[in-house]
């Protein structure tokens, strides 16, 4: 089955300097891959979405990029601020499958001033 | 504000104890979705709607849980017979298929604990 790896520990990064979250899968390539800004006690909140045809998808300070050779997804913040600070949650979403969207476990990161 | 609402927001409730969730999408939004969620974990698909449709319901969801979308708007999601494991975020979210390719909008999601 298909698992989604995300870096499990707290990711600390200087403000200003760029964050890069990591997630990896397993199995099969979905056919888009999001990534979501979850708060504390809040629901997930959309970013971006990349379809398996697309290598890299920019929105202001954000950019992702999608590799299916190497099974893995990696999300860039640039510019980090505190108010960055949250747990960013990687989702793979395979339409014909059973279990259509999976969610990993999520990265919390911290933007120090 | 129209973005997808939740209620209610906590709910506490003994074991065996029948509950229900209500939630309300983006009102142009053709399908809605349940989660989830325990601490330290990512939302865990339960089940979603297609307008009034339910097209999918997850494996790992039991008998217990049920949910329905009456003329394709509101949802509900019913837990029968609540256990403790049942302690969870449950979320709901929406989205239009036919833009965003399945970018979905959550709610702020209703707290279940089970004493």
């Known amino acids: 089955s298909q698992k989604i790896e995300q870096n499990s520990e707290a990711l600390n990064i200087q403000e200003g300097k760029t964050a890069t979250l990591t997630c990896n899968y397993t199995?099969?390539?979905?056919?888009?891959l999001q990534w979501y800004r979850q708060d504390p006690g809040r629901g997930p909140v959309f970013l971006l979405l990349?379809?398996?045809?697309?290598k890299e998808k920019r929105k202001e300070r954000l950019k992702v990029t999608f590799d299916t050779t190497l099974k893995q997804s990696l999300f860039h913040i640039t510019a980090s601020q505190p108010a960055d600070s949250a747990t960013y949650l990687c989702?793979?979403?395979?339409?014909?499958?059973?279990?259509?969207?999976?969610f990993g476990k999520g990265t919390r990161l911290h933007i120090l001033p | 504000d129209t973005g997808v609402s939740q209620n209610p927001r906590h709910k506490i409730t003994k074991r065996g104890q029948n509950v229900t969730f209500r939630c309300d999408p983006i009102?142009?939004?053709?399908?809605l979705y349940w989660y989830r969620q325990t601490l330290g974990q990512g939302p865990e698909f339960l089940t979603y709607?297609?307008?009034?449709?339910?097209?999918?319901k997850s494996r790992l969801l039991s008998d217990r849980f049920s949910a329905e979308r009456p003329k394709g708007s509101f949802s509900t999601l019913e837990i029968q017979r609540t256990e403790q494991g049942d302690s969870a975020m449950y979320l709901c979210?929406?989205?239009?298929?036919?833009?965003?390719?399945?970018?979905?909008?959550f709610g702020p999601g209703t707290r279940l604990t089970v004493t």
């Open positions: 979210a929406s989205s239009n298929r036919d833009r965003g390719l399945g970018e979905q909008y």
């Open positions: 199995n099969y390539s979905p056919a888009y």
């Open positions: 990349i379809r398996e045809n697309e």
């Open positions: 989702a793979l979403e395979a339409p014909w499958r059973d279990d259509k969207i999976i």
């Open positions: 009102s142009e939004h053709n399908r």
């Open positions: 709607f297609q307008n009034e449709a339910q097209l999918e």
